[in-house]
């Protein structure tokens, strides 16, 4: 599987924007993108997934590179119930993965209020 | 209520007994993972089926079993608990297993070992 980049660890102000980064330098040209997220005591969370285009829904967008090889998670109002680990996936076309779901070390977004 | 759900969600046991954990899910998805997650290991995949009366071994599957008999269904069960078992279980959903599907994860069950 190709491996994702992210920090270990970002802050943010509760009601700013926050930009999270995934380096995915050897992406291939049929894995899509996802993030997921994981609250305190809780399993994880599915967030937004893409191929190629930006991507919005209402929890969040996300914005891919034109090379493919990083992409960022914005929250654009970030609230305290956002405080959590975000992970970053790569899903590849199929073949063995048989829908694994690899879990990097994801960050740890902290909100202040 | 609609939604994936794991029982119980707490259990403490003893090496070598029988353990079973249960997950539900109500969106009659084909598809149905266990995972576990330990510290400094991210989440790792137990077993998974893609429906009824088919499933498969995924990376750490050694020490469990699973069944299951209804779509809806898939329990987990630890034949004879070691204390490296100890650890938080997740249970999953998907609809399949396209790049573009996303897993739906209960709240988990948190599991020692003594």
């Known amino acids: 599987d190709a491996k994702t980049t992210q920090p270990n660890s970002m802050e943010s102000n509760e009601e700013e924007p926050v930009h999270l980064p995934c380096n995915h330098s050897?992406?291939?040209?049929?894995?899509?993108i996802h993030w997921y997220r994981q609250l305190p005591s809780q399993g994880p969370e599915y967030v937004i997934h893409g191929l190629t285009s930006n991507v919005n829904n209402r929890m969040a967008s996300l914005a891919i590179a034109e090379d493919r090889k990083s992409s960022t998670l914005i929250l654009h109002r970030a609230t305290l119930r956002d405080a959590a680990v975000y992970y970053c996936?790569?899903?590849?076309?199929?073949?063995?993965?048989?829908?694994?779901?690899?879990f990097g070390q994801g960050t740890i977004l902290t909100v202040h209020p | 209520d609609a939604g994936i759900t794991q029982s119980p969600r707490y259990k403490i046991t003893e090496t070598g007994r029988q353990v079973t954990l249960m997950c539900h899910q109500t969106w009659s998805h084909s598809y149905m993972f266990w995972y576990r997650q330990d510290l400094g290991h991210g989440l790792r995949l137990i077993y998974y089926s893609a429906a009824a009366d088919i499933t498969d071994k995924g990376e750490v599957p050694d020490g469990y079993v699973v069944s299951r008999s209804k779509t809806e269904n898939f329990p987990l069960t630890l034949e004879s608990a070691t204390r490296s078992q100890t650890s938080v279980y997740f249970c999953?959903?998907?609809?399949?297993?396209?790049?573009?599907?996303?897993?739906?994860f209960g709240p988990g069950t948190r599991l020692t070992v003594l």
């Open positions: 996936i790569l899903r590849d076309a199929g073949g063995t993965s048989y829908g694994k779901l690899t």
């Open positions: 050897t992406i291939s040209g049929t894995d899509y």
């Open positions: 999953a959903s998907s609809e399949g297993l396209a790049s573009y599907n996303e897993q739906f």
